[in-house]
């Protein structure tokens, strides 16, 4: 999924200023795909340019900041909005983040400091827990579509999170390593196709 069609399937909804959309995105749709966030602002003109969406050059606000634009999905922009949701899409699951990549070496840093990351990851997801819990109710109003796909952010979360617990307590409970200690027959089994 590109951000393109974000863009256009959330202006589906109502017109709305770039700042919404990307915070729109930023909330809703991390735990889905990587999302490039320097990305929003040149779509945007790239969709206008193709004629997808309009923009409207709106009064500043009531506390005197700068002009806002509003942003519309044009009748060419629905179209093709449609056709991407129509068109086949590449079926594998993805689980992109940072800290997993990170996580695969921890063996060649200190138990101390990959039990200091986990605790902050573990803080981190149960945070972001906690706020999807509470925007679930607010989804239900958005049709079945969106209220399952918020349905599915705090259970992939919950799920996250219970996976850094377990493994936080697996740490814990090996004996303490060297940072390179088995080094060499972790790197022979990543080569022979492993993990």
Do not use: C
Request: charged share 25%.
């Amino acid at each position: 999924m590109s951000v393109r069609y974000a863009i256009l399937g959330l202006l589906h909804y109502r017109p709305m200023h770039g700042y919404e959309i990307k915070r729109h995105i930023e909330r809703h749709f991390g735990h889905m795909w990587t999302i490039n966030y320097g990305q929003i602002y040149p779509n945007l003109k790239s969709l206008e340019g193709e004629g997808l969406i309009t923009l409207t050059h709106v009064g500043p606000s009531e506390k005197g900041g700068p002009n806002k634009k509003l942003y519309a999905v044009t009748p060419d922009g629905r179209e093709t909005f449609a056709r991407w949701l129509e068109s086949q899409e590449d079926s594998r699951m993805f689980l992109r983040d940072p800290f997993l990549m990170r996580f695969i070496f921890f063996g060649f840093g200190s138990k101390s400091q990959a039990i200091a990351i986990l605790d902050r990851q573990i803080a981190q997801y149960e945070e972001q827990y906690r706020r999807r819990e509470q925007h679930v109710a607010r989804w239900q109003e958005r049709g079945v579509y969106v209220r399952l796909i918020a349905e599915l952010g705090v259970e992939f979360n919950g799920l996250y999170v219970q996976w850094l617990k377990r493994a936080r307590q697996e740490i814990l409970d090996r004996a303490e390593e060297g940072p390179m200690e088995g080094a060499a027959e972790k790197a022979e089994g990543l080569s022979a196709g492993e993990g």
